[in-house]
């Protein structure tokens, strides 16, 4: 995705690759990914993706090289190749898992077209609580993938040693969430910003989207700034976006522009709020949602969303891969898989929580 | 211990829907050391002693001074024997481990050669791989040396005598005159892992067998594998060894595994050879990245140089029209090769519309590649008129000597600049 003020887009060029529209200082186009030559800092490496100051260490090691696969079932061979089918394997930055408790997963996946892979996301289970984050680094700005990285982990851990509710009572539950989720993008904030290596002149400094969500017993709390979201999937009921996009297109869509004009402008997708050194400020967005299990909490990048946006369209999505398996960490493969082959225009990422037992699929229709 | 290197050059960029993969790995060894160091070596000399050997008498006179240069050129230690073959072979020498002592007592019998007989070059080489057999060695090297066709015996003999002689030993055929039979010579010495090569006067016979057996015994690396990887659902087009010589390997190929092929290269001194792998592979989306091939080189079971061979589908045109410039001479020099000798032949056949044809198009691959040696010897057998174009006339007189040194000569590369 591309940044912007929502009246004040910087100018447009074009895309020498795809002939889309691109911002003047972008390092990569956001419509086919190709380098725009604007900078040469490249693909940070997965070390560089470290903080290098001030932020966390990674909470959750990634997997060994060896112990991946590749797509086809291959194994991975030392060169980073697929012993199969030859396709070269992701790099741990560009194509990483983790699934802490049975019910909780989640898959991050470079996709076809992008050079890097600038999304991120972090889960985690402490008792009963879920955790699920995901960030969306922005695609034209230096380090966004360390960026990206940096403030998931970092809102994860805020999320998942806070203190619970002195309550149990759904109103101090969702106060008390509120107030840790402001704590928690504040600290993803400041780890976006703290990440990166200088910026050069004419760079963006590194950018990224923000969504955490939290499950405390039936209540749902979620944060965000940008445009990944967070989808209320349950089994029986009313499928719900549960984020609201800050984004150009949902700020016209508020006031009154009809929704096919607004997302057919190449300004839909920039969105009006993120994470960064150049961040508009503010307090996230927050809201919360008293669930009704048994269904599925999905927290995802619009890798996935682009391609299946309504909540009634997500759920019968996720449904038909649960078909398949009803694990959370096949299932989140599986919609990154069907996203990649969709097209994988950008960077996917999907945080999957299964609430109220395991779901009954393959035998449930969908 | 053998150092490697390997190179590849190729253009790894490809089209949307491009499916075909070329590439030249280069493998170079240095530090091969000797023969015999991981194991014994072993020698056999094979000198024609039919009657042409002795008109002119100087040939056989030649052919026992050149044998006897090989022989000092023998490291001690390394197994050695010496047969003359006519309408059968003869043990001139036995299998002996060469010493001081040794390598006089056989100059003595490599003195007393004497020409009579046939010519029956498959009884030469089972003789040889009996002898090979006889004695325990990891590397195993002849050098033939004949002046005349295999007309002692049935050709089925000498083709079962080659099969049997594969992976028993390696072998460099000389031809002495301009009675021998190119194809015959050279498909012997391509089967058998070794060269081929024409000697125009029997003088230069001592000069060429000890060259012939300092090379050898400058082998130390006993014998290397190649072995090829390639994805599930490719198809190998070809791999040929480009240079030093071209070699056609792809039939050569021995399944190890379901994606695996080996080929047998035999034994390697400080050298470097070049070889031209071409891989097809079903498309893949745009941006993507694959192994097409791994090509590695196998010493004693362990891997000791290794190529990777790739792929990446881009719609940048100026990446995907690029053509590597090493691809690009071995595929020249590949297609000079084969003009030499589909020329050679229609000339031979009568047919001097295409032998003027093919000619004309190996002087002009010969000039754009740059190899002035195969134009040097094209000169001899047509008049070039203008090389970029192709035009060549058939020379009216001919010499046989010159016909067969440039068809001999025409599976030699040169490398790229």
Redesign the interface.
Same mark, same amino acid.
């Given at each position: 995705m591309s940044e912007g003020d929502p009246d004040t887009v910087p100018p447009l060029t074009a895309c020498s /690759?795809c002939g889309q529209p691109v911002v003047a200082t972008d390092q990569f186009c956001e419509a086919c990914?190709a380098s725009l030559g604007a900078s040469t800092s490249g693909a940070a490496s997965w070390a560089a993706s470290e903080p290098a100051t001030g932020a966390p260490a990674a909470t959750t090691p990634l997997p060994a090289p060896s112990l991946r696969r590749c797509r086809?079932g291959?194994a991975i061979d030392a060169?980073g190749?697929?012993? /199969?089918?030859?396709?070269?394997a992701p790099s741990e930055r560009d194509h990483f898992s983790e699934q802490p408790t049975p019910d909780l997963a989640m898959v991050c996946d470079k996709g076809?077209?992008h050079a890097r892979n600038e999304d991120a996301a972090a889960v985690a289970a402490p008792g009963e609580r879920r955790v699920l984050v995901v960030c969306d680094g922005v695609t034209t700005a230096v380090d966004s993938d360390v960026a990206s990285l940096a403030a998931a982990r970092v809102a994860c851990d805020v999320l998942a040693s806070a203190r619970a509710a002195d309550s149990n009572a759904p109103a101090a539950v969702v106060e008390h969430w509120t107030r840790v989720l402001i704590e928690a993008t504040e600290a993803a904030q400041q780890a976006a910003t703290s990440s990166a290596h200088p910026v050069g002149p004419g760079e963006n400094p590194p950018s990224t989207t923000f969504v955490a969500a939290v499950i405390d017993g039936p209540v749902l709390v979620a944060a965000w700034e940008g445009d990944s979201r967070c989808y209320w999937l349950p089994d029986d009921g009313t499928a719900l976006q549960v984020s609201t996009d800050d984004s150009w297109a949902s700020t016209q869509i508020a006031r009154g522009i009809p929704r096919d004009v607004a997302e057919a402008d190449p300004r839909a997708h920039s969105i009006t709020r993120w994470l960064g050194v150049d961040s508009p400020g503010g307090p996230p967005s927050t809201t919360s949602v008293v669930l009704d299990p048994p269904g599925w909490l999905l927290v995802c990048s619009d890798g996935l969303w682009n391609y299946c946006s309504s909540a009634d369209d997500v759920r019968a999505l996720v449904g038909d891969r649960v078909a398949a398996a009803a694990d959370p960490l096949a299932v989140a493969s599986s919609l990154c898989d069907w996203a990649n082959d969709m097209g994988?225009h950008d960077n996917i990422t999907v945080a999957l929580a299964r609430l109220g037992g395991p779901d009954p699929t393959p035998t449930r229709s969908t | 211990m053998a150092d490697w290197k390997t190179e590849v050059f190729e253009n790894e960029y490809l089209a949307a829907d491009a499916t075909d993969v070329h590439a030249i790995v280069s493998i170079e060894c240095s530090g091969a050391g000797t023969a015999g160091q991981s194991g014994a070596a072993a020698e056999v000399i094979i000198v024609d002693t039919s009657g042409s050997m002795s008109s002119p008498r100087a040939k056989i006179m030649a052919a026992r001074v050149a044998a006897a240069a090989a022989i000092d050129e023998i490291v001690d230690g390394t197994w050695f024997a010496v047969i003359s073959g006519d309408g059968g072979a003869s043990l001139v020498f036995p299998m002996t481990q060469a010493n001081e002592a040794a390598r006089g007592k056989a100059k003595a019998a490599v003195a007393q050669l004497d020409a009579s007989g046939g010519t029956a070059i498959g009884s030469w080489l089972n003789a040889a791989s009996e002898l090979f057999s006889s004695v325990d060695a990891t590397q195993r090297h002849a050098i033939l040396l004949t002046d005349g066709k295999n007309e002692g015996e049935d050709a089925s003999v000498l083709d079962s005598a080659v099969e049997a002689a594969q992976g028993v030993f390696q072998c460099d055929c000389r031809g002495v005159g301009a009675d021998w039979d190119v194809n015959e010579l050279r498909e012997i010495s391509s089967a058998l892992l070794g060269t081929v090569d024409i000697i125009p006067e029997p003088d230069r016979m001592a000069d060429d067998f000890r060259e012939m057996m300092r090379t050898s015994m400058a082998r130390g690396v006993a014998d290397a594998t190649l072995r090829m990887w390639?994805? $599930?659902?490719?198809e190998v087009l070809f791999l040929r060894q480009v240079a030093p010589t071209i070699e056609e390997l792809t039939d050569r190929a021995v399944e190890a595994g379901a994606?695996v092929r080996e080929f047998p290269t035999g034994s390697w001194g400080d050298e470097s050879r070049d070889y031209h792998v071409a891989v097809r592979?079903p498309p893949?989306?745009?941006?993507?990245? $694959?192994?097409?091939s791994?090509v590695q080189l196998v010493v004693g079971g362990e891997v000791v140089g290794q190529a990777?061979v790739k792929a990446v589908w881009s719609?940048?045109t100026t990446l995907t029209t690029r053509i590597d410039s090493a691809v690009a001479h071995y595929t020249g020099q590949t297609e000079l090769a084969v003009a030499i000798q589909e020329g050679l032949a229609a000339k031979a056949a009568g047919d001097e519309d295409t032998a003027t044809q093919k000619l004309g198009r190996a002087a002009q691959l010969a000039a754009a590649t740059g190899d002035d040696a195969a134009t040097n010897r094209l000169k001899k057998v047509v008049d070039i008129a203008d090389a970029e174009t192709g035009t060549v006339r058939l020379k009216a007189k001919v010499a046989k000597l010159d016909e067969m040194a440039l068809d001999t000569a025409s599976t030699k590369t040169t490398r790229v600049r």
């Open positions: /690759t990914g086809c291959g060169d190749f697929c012993a /199969t089918c030859g396709l070269r076809v077209v994988g | 390639v994805p $599930q659902g490719a994606l592979v893949k989306p745009l941006g993507s990245e $694959q192994l097409v791994r990777l719609d940048d």
